[in-house]
T-cell receptor, first 114, second 112 residues
Framework: DGGITQSPKYLFRKEGQNVTLSCEQN?????MYWYRQDPGQGLRLIYY???????QKGDIAEGYSVSREKKESFPLTVTSAQKNPTAFYLC?????????????FGEGSRLTVL | DQQVKQNSPSLSVQEGRISILNCDYT??????FLWYKKYPAEGPTFLIS?????DKNEDGRFTVFLNKSAKHLSLHIVPSQPGDSAVYFC???????????FGSGTRLSIRP
């Protein structure tokens, strides 16, 4: 079945450690996104990529990094520079240039900093 | 600066009645709008969308209304069912940039 797979579902990190969240899609979508969800704040855009080897910062990119070496994959690294990394992270994809803008989401990864 | 706002964090509606969720936006350049539904610990799922050139779009029990002059859209669910209990996110985007901005969400509870 086509879809978006995020892993791990739950992740614990000690302060000062970098962690990488995986996102893979087999929908053949050009565009991919990372959002962060905090209670009462909805979904905030971290990074997005419209094409392989290109990505743009979203609204809260500080302390995060991404790569887009393959169309199917868009991993997110949460670095030690991110001041408050505990959150629910959502990866999504869409057809680039779609006039409906429909995003397809993965099931999310919950990161907890100990 | 919040470009997409959902001012009601929660809403409780009796089963069978109409649920109306509201959303306001500030950027007149958005050219499409969407509603997503989210259950706890899951990713959001697409519900319905509307282009900025329309003022209404209907899909079964769900209807979205767009008022461009007021920069306001609303989602109507009728009749409301227990399975509709979830968090609903309003979102807006630009087709030229593939960037979608979400509101903070409204938690809808359907009571028996």
């Amino acid at each position: 079945d086509g879809g978006i797979t995020q892993s791990p579902k739950y992740l614990f990190r000690k302060e000062g450690q970098n962690v990488t969240l995986s996102c893979e899609q087999n929908l053949n979508h050009d565009a991919m996104y990372w959002y962060r969800q905090d209670p009462g704040q909805g979904l905030r855009l971290i990074y997005y990529s419209q094409i392989v080897n290109d990505f743009q910062k979203g609204d809260i990119a500080e302390g995060y990094s991404v790569s887009r070496e393959k169309k199917e994959s868009f991993p997110l690294t949460v670095t030690s520079a991110q001041k408050n990394p505990t959150a629910f992270y959502l990866c999504a994809s869409s057809i680039a240039g779609s006039h409906t803008g429909e995003l397809f989401f993965g099931e999310g990864s919950r990161l907890t900093v100990l | 600066d919040q470009q997409v706002k959902q001012n009601s964090p929660s809403l409780s509606v009796q089963e069978g009645r109409i649920s109306i969720l509201n959303c306001d936006y500030t950027n007149s350049m958005f050219d499409y709008f969407l509603w997503y539904k989210k259950y706890p610990a899951e990713g959001p799922t697409f519900l319905i969308s509307i282009s900025s050139i329309k003022d209404k779009n209907e899909d079964g029990r769900f209807t979205v209304f767009l008022n461009k002059s007021a920069k306001h859209l609303s989602l109507h669910i009728v009749p409301s069912q227990p399975g509709d209990s979830a968090v609903y996110f309003c979102a807006a985007g630009y087709s030229s940039a593939s960037k979608i901005i979400f509101g903070s969400g409204t938690r809808l509870s359907i009571r028996p």
